[in-house]
């Protein structure tokens, strides 16, 4: 079983949709939680970064974590095509390496 | 990206050749990471560096090897590159914020194909 879990998709939603994306994981040391966006042929790029259990909000896009349920999600309002991409989830137990577990990433796809 | 970049950004290769890809960071960050991305297996760390001349393993090691011998620059060999190196290669680099993980900053990516 993978420490991190997320369904590959793909995902297709209308222009203007509330998309949610998910992770489970298994490590409950995990303590830090990321959101990578990575478009194709593109290295990712962070969108989102939230530490221990809550909601981080910025702009259209909202990040909860329960530590509880061991699982993560990202919410992105009034969905764009632009937002038509690979969503990574990354998480990690802190120190100093900082070593992340990613997902394996789910493909979305915001139809016009 | 952060102020990364990757050479080459496309490399094809020959089974038992060895290659060297190169990640260049232009503003001093201390940590530097070797992830490569497969279908169905996300981004995985090869290695990573948290100095000069400061290595260590990541969870796929065999059959790569690292070198830092400046800041700024973080080779990854394949010592004897085989077909199931054929992937992208990302590096990555990070710094520690006071009371705060390492957000990890992604370069553009190698795209490494061995026939």
Same mark, same amino acid.
């Given at each position: 079983q993978k420490e991190v879990e997320q369904d590959p998709g793909p995902l297709s939603v209308p222009e203007g949709a509330i998309v949610s994306l998910n992770c489970t994981y *298994?490590? !409950?040391?995990?303590?830090y939680f990321m959101w990578y966006r990575q478009y194709s042929r593109k290295g990712p790029e962070l969108l989102m970064y939230t530490y221990s259990s809550g909601n981080k909000e910025d702009g259209r896009f909202t990040a909860q974590v329960d530590k509880s349920s061991k699982y993560i999600s990202l919410f992105i309002r009034? *969905?764009?095509? !632009?937002? *038509?991409a690979t969503y990574l989830c990354a998480m990690s137990g802190g120190g100093a390496t900082n070593k992340l577990i990613f997902g394996t990433g789910t493909l979305l796809a915001v139809q016009p | 990206d952060a102020g990364i970049t990757q050479s080459p950004r496309h490399k094809v290769t020959e089974t038992g050749t060895p290659v060297t890809l190169r990640c260049h960071q232009t503003?001093?960050?201390r940590y530097m990471y070797w992830y490569r991305q497969d279908p169905g297996h996300g981004l995985r760390l090869i290695h990573y560096s948290y100095g000069v001349k400061d290595t260590d393993k990541g969870e796929?090691?065999?059959?790569y090897s690292v070198s830092r011998s400046k800041t700024e620059d973080f080779l990854l060999t394949l010592e004897s590159a085989t077909s199931s190196q054929t992937s992208v290669y990302f590096c990555a680099i990070s710094e520690p914020h006071q009371g705060s993980a390492y957000e990890q900053y992604f370069g553009p990516g190698t795209r490494l194909t061995v026939t």
């Open positions: *298994s490590n !409950s040391a995990f303590q009034d *969905s764009q095509p !632009s937002d *038509s | 503003e001093n960050h796929v090691s065999d059959g």
